[in-house]
Protein backbone atom coordinates (compact mmCIF):
# COMPACT_ATOMS: atom_id res chain seq x y z
CA UNK A 1 0.00 0.00 0.00
CA UNK A 2 1.34 3.83 -0.93
CA UNK A 3 2.32 6.01 2.04
CA UNK A 4 -0.93 8.25 0.18
CA UNK A 5 -3.23 5.49 0.90
CA UNK A 6 -2.00 5.14 4.47
CA UNK A 7 -3.22 8.54 5.51
CA UNK A 8 -6.49 7.84 4.24
CA UNK A 9 -7.39 6.94 7.49
CA UNK A 10 -6.79 10.35 8.84
CA UNK A 11 -8.30 12.12 5.93
CA UNK A 12 -11.84 10.63 6.90
CA UNK A 13 -11.51 11.50 10.35
CA UNK A 14 -10.63 15.04 9.28
CA UNK A 15 -13.51 15.38 7.04
CA UNK A 16 -16.03 13.34 8.64
CA UNK A 17 -18.24 11.06 7.25
CA UNK A 18 -20.31 12.97 4.87
CA UNK A 19 -17.60 14.57 3.16
CA UNK A 20 -15.77 11.57 2.64
CA UNK A 21 -19.04 9.27 1.40
CA UNK A 22 -19.51 12.42 -0.82
CA UNK A 23 -15.29 11.88 -2.28
CA UNK A 24 -15.69 8.19 -2.49
CA UNK A 25 -18.62 6.93 -3.47
CA UNK A 26 -18.97 6.14 -7.45
CA UNK A 27 -19.84 8.95 -9.94
CA UNK A 28 -23.54 8.50 -10.26
CA UNK A 29 -24.71 6.31 -12.98
CA UNK A 30 -27.90 6.62 -14.90
CA UNK A 31 -29.24 2.55 -15.06
CA UNK A 32 -31.33 3.08 -17.86
CA UNK A 33 -28.50 4.14 -20.48
CA UNK A 34 -25.33 3.88 -18.47
CA UNK A 35 -24.66 7.61 -18.56
CA UNK A 36 -23.34 9.89 -15.86
CA UNK A 37 -26.41 11.81 -13.88
CA UNK A 38 -23.75 14.44 -13.00
CA UNK A 39 -24.88 17.94 -14.01
CA UNK A 40 -21.62 20.07 -16.15
CA UNK A 41 -22.15 22.50 -13.14
CA UNK A 42 -21.50 20.10 -10.54
CA UNK A 43 -18.85 18.13 -12.49
CA UNK A 44 -16.66 21.46 -12.20
CA UNK A 45 -17.43 21.60 -9.10
CA UNK A 46 -15.69 18.33 -8.43
CA UNK A 47 -13.12 19.25 -9.83
CA UNK A 48 -12.16 22.36 -8.52
CA UNK A 49 -12.45 20.56 -4.47
CA UNK A 50 -10.38 17.90 -6.15
CA UNK A 51 -7.61 20.22 -6.80
CA UNK A 52 -7.82 22.03 -4.10
CA UNK A 53 -7.56 19.03 -2.34
CA UNK A 54 -4.32 18.03 -4.14
CA UNK A 55 -2.98 21.79 -3.29
CA UNK A 56 -4.09 22.11 0.30
CA UNK A 57 -3.60 17.80 1.28
CA UNK A 58 -1.18 16.06 -1.76
CA UNK A 59 -0.55 13.11 0.36
CA UNK A 60 -4.44 12.20 0.76
CA UNK A 61 -5.46 9.41 -0.89
CA UNK A 62 -9.18 8.57 -1.51
CA UNK A 63 -8.83 5.73 -3.97
CA UNK A 64 -10.28 2.29 -3.72
CA UNK A 65 -8.64 0.93 -6.63
CA UNK A 66 -9.47 -3.13 -6.63
CA UNK A 67 -13.24 -2.10 -5.69
CA UNK A 68 -13.11 0.86 -8.29
CA UNK A 69 -12.23 -1.01 -11.28
CA UNK A 70 -14.58 -4.05 -10.32
CA UNK A 71 -17.74 -1.80 -10.58
CA UNK A 72 -16.43 0.00 -13.70
CA UNK A 73 -15.19 -3.28 -15.76
CA UNK A 74 -18.46 -3.41 -17.91
CA UNK A 75 -19.73 0.20 -18.68
CA UNK A 76 -18.64 3.56 -18.12
CA UNK A 77 -19.54 6.79 -17.13
CA UNK A 78 -17.41 9.87 -17.07
CA UNK A 79 -18.41 12.51 -15.97
CA UNK A 80 -15.67 15.18 -17.58
CA UNK A 81 -13.47 14.77 -20.53
CA UNK A 82 -10.02 16.64 -20.57
CA UNK A 83 -8.08 17.42 -22.93
CA UNK A 84 -4.25 18.05 -21.66
CA UNK A 85 -0.91 18.05 -22.30
CA UNK A 86 1.31 15.36 -22.07
CA UNK A 87 3.77 16.83 -19.88
CA UNK A 88 4.38 14.31 -16.92
CA UNK A 89 3.84 16.82 -14.52
CA UNK A 90 0.10 16.78 -15.46
CA UNK A 91 -1.83 14.30 -14.68
CA UNK A 92 -5.21 15.38 -14.92
CA UNK A 93 -6.62 11.95 -12.37
CA UNK A 94 -3.90 13.12 -9.72
CA UNK A 95 -4.09 17.15 -9.83
CA UNK A 96 -8.15 17.02 -9.85
CA UNK A 97 -8.15 15.55 -6.06
CA UNK A 98 -6.86 11.46 -6.89
CA UNK A 99 -10.11 10.55 -9.02
CA UNK A 100 -10.58 6.74 -9.58
CA UNK A 101 -11.00 4.66 -13.06
CA UNK A 102 -14.11 5.51 -15.11
CA UNK A 103 -14.23 8.95 -13.69
CA UNK A 104 -12.38 10.71 -16.00
CA UNK A 105 -12.24 10.57 -20.31
CA UNK A 106 -8.68 11.96 -20.92
CA UNK A 107 -7.37 13.00 -23.69
CA UNK A 108 -3.47 13.99 -24.05
CA UNK A 109 -1.46 15.64 -26.71
CA UNK A 110 1.84 17.58 -26.34
CA UNK A 111 0.15 20.97 -26.44
CA UNK A 112 -3.62 20.10 -25.26
CA UNK A 113 -4.59 21.05 -29.24
CA UNK A 114 -7.47 19.64 -31.08
CA UNK A 115 -6.39 17.04 -33.94
CA UNK A 116 -8.95 15.07 -35.84
CA UNK A 117 -7.93 12.08 -33.29
CA UNK A 118 -8.53 14.24 -30.04
CA UNK A 119 -11.76 15.74 -31.24
CA UNK A 120 -12.82 12.44 -32.13
CA UNK A 121 -11.89 11.53 -28.54
CA UNK A 122 -13.50 14.52 -27.49
CA UNK A 123 -16.63 14.33 -29.13
CA UNK A 124 -17.21 10.40 -28.22
CA UNK A 125 -16.60 11.15 -24.88
CA UNK A 126 -19.43 14.07 -24.68
CA UNK A 127 -21.61 12.09 -27.42
CA UNK A 128 -22.09 8.73 -26.60
CA UNK A 129 -20.18 8.24 -23.03
CA UNK A 130 -22.65 11.76 -22.15
CA UNK A 131 -20.04 13.59 -20.02
CA UNK A 132 -21.41 17.00 -19.48
CA UNK A 133 -18.13 19.02 -19.27
CA UNK A 134 -15.48 19.60 -21.56
CA UNK A 135 -11.93 20.78 -19.93
CA UNK A 136 -9.11 22.24 -21.97
CA UNK A 137 -6.03 22.36 -19.17
CA UNK A 138 -3.19 24.05 -20.33
CA UNK A 139 -0.01 24.61 -17.90
CA UNK A 140 2.55 26.72 -17.46
CA UNK A 141 6.11 25.83 -18.88
CA UNK A 142 4.22 24.01 -21.90
CA UNK A 143 7.11 22.36 -24.13
CA UNK A 144 4.97 22.84 -27.63
CA UNK A 145 4.21 25.87 -26.38
CA UNK A 146 7.72 27.33 -26.27
CA UNK A 147 8.50 25.40 -29.65
CA UNK A 148 5.84 27.56 -30.95
CA UNK A 149 7.08 30.21 -29.51
CA UNK A 150 10.68 29.79 -30.92
CA UNK A 151 9.20 29.15 -34.72
CA UNK A 152 7.86 32.93 -34.22
CA UNK A 153 11.32 34.53 -32.77
CA UNK A 154 13.75 32.45 -34.12
CA UNK A 155 12.79 30.40 -37.21
CA UNK A 156 13.48 27.09 -35.26
CA UNK A 157 12.90 24.00 -36.69
CA UNK A 158 12.02 20.45 -35.32
CA UNK A 159 12.87 17.22 -36.89
CA UNK A 160 10.28 14.55 -37.61
CA UNK A 161 6.74 14.84 -36.77
CA UNK A 162 7.59 16.85 -34.52
CA UNK A 163 7.36 20.32 -36.67
CA UNK A 164 3.88 20.04 -38.04
CA UNK A 165 2.86 19.48 -34.05
CA UNK A 166 4.26 22.81 -33.31
CA UNK A 167 2.79 24.41 -36.15
CA UNK A 168 -0.75 24.33 -34.84
CA UNK A 169 0.29 26.67 -32.35
CA UNK A 170 2.50 28.96 -34.06
CA UNK A 171 -0.31 31.01 -35.50
CA UNK A 172 -1.44 31.88 -31.74
CA UNK A 173 2.26 32.29 -31.30
CA UNK A 174 2.24 34.97 -33.91
CA UNK A 175 -0.70 36.68 -32.68
CA UNK A 176 0.36 36.44 -28.60
CA UNK A 177 3.52 38.19 -29.54
CA UNK A 178 4.84 41.84 -28.50
CA UNK A 179 1.29 41.31 -25.71
CA UNK A 180 2.23 42.46 -22.23
CA UNK A 181 2.89 39.38 -19.85
CA UNK A 182 4.85 36.40 -20.53
CA UNK A 183 5.15 35.15 -24.25
CA UNK A 184 4.95 31.55 -23.67
CA UNK A 185 2.55 31.68 -20.71
CA UNK A 186 0.83 34.07 -23.11
CA UNK A 187 0.39 31.48 -25.76
CA UNK A 188 -0.27 28.78 -23.30
CA UNK A 189 -3.56 31.22 -22.37
CA UNK A 190 -5.01 31.70 -25.88
CA UNK A 191 -4.05 28.06 -26.79
CA UNK A 192 -6.54 26.92 -24.19
CA UNK A 193 -9.10 29.63 -25.21
CA UNK A 194 -8.83 28.77 -28.72
CA UNK A 195 -8.93 24.92 -28.37
CA UNK A 196 -11.89 25.14 -26.18
CA UNK A 197 -13.95 27.90 -28.70
CA UNK A 198 -12.74 24.96 -31.87
CA UNK A 199 -13.99 22.00 -29.49
CA UNK A 200 -17.60 24.37 -28.55
CA UNK A 201 -18.18 24.68 -32.68
CA UNK A 202 -17.53 21.06 -33.56
CA UNK A 203 -21.07 19.75 -35.30
CA UNK A 204 -21.22 16.92 -32.30
CA UNK A 205 -20.34 19.31 -28.99
CA UNK A 206 -22.09 22.49 -30.38
CA UNK A 207 -25.54 21.05 -30.28
CA UNK A 208 -24.89 19.52 -26.52
CA UNK A 209 -23.87 22.78 -25.89
CA UNK A 210 -26.54 24.81 -27.19
CA UNK A 211 -29.49 22.24 -24.91
CA UNK A 212 -27.39 23.00 -22.11
CA UNK A 213 -26.50 18.91 -21.99
CA UNK A 214 -22.72 19.99 -22.02
CA UNK A 215 -20.21 22.82 -20.96
CA UNK A 216 -16.72 23.76 -22.35
CA UNK A 217 -14.07 25.19 -20.36
CA UNK A 218 -10.36 26.46 -21.09
CA UNK A 219 -8.20 26.12 -17.74
CA UNK A 220 -4.43 26.34 -16.60
CA UNK A 221 -2.93 24.22 -14.65
CA UNK A 222 0.49 25.63 -12.39
CA UNK A 223 3.05 23.62 -11.88
CA UNK A 224 4.74 24.85 -9.16
CA UNK A 225 1.21 25.27 -6.80
CA UNK A 226 -0.52 23.04 -7.97
CA UNK A 227 -3.47 24.99 -8.68
CA UNK A 228 -5.95 24.88 -11.45
CA UNK A 229 -6.80 28.08 -12.51
CA UNK A 230 -10.46 28.55 -15.11
CA UNK A 231 -9.63 30.78 -17.91
CA UNK A 232 -12.32 30.73 -20.09
Not at 61 to 90: F, H, K, Y
Request: hydrophobic share 45%.
Amino acid sequence: MCEHCLARRSFLAFTGSALAAAVLRPAQVNAADDMTTVTADQALTRLKQGNARFVESPKLCALDLANARESVAEAQAPWATILSCSDSRVPPELLFGGIGVGELFVARNAGNMADMATMGTVEYGAGPLGAPLIVVLGHDGCGAAKAACEVVEKNATFPGSIGPMVDAIVPVARAMRGKPGDFVDNVVRESAKQTAEKIRKSPVVSSLVSSGKVKVVAARYDLGSGMVEYIA
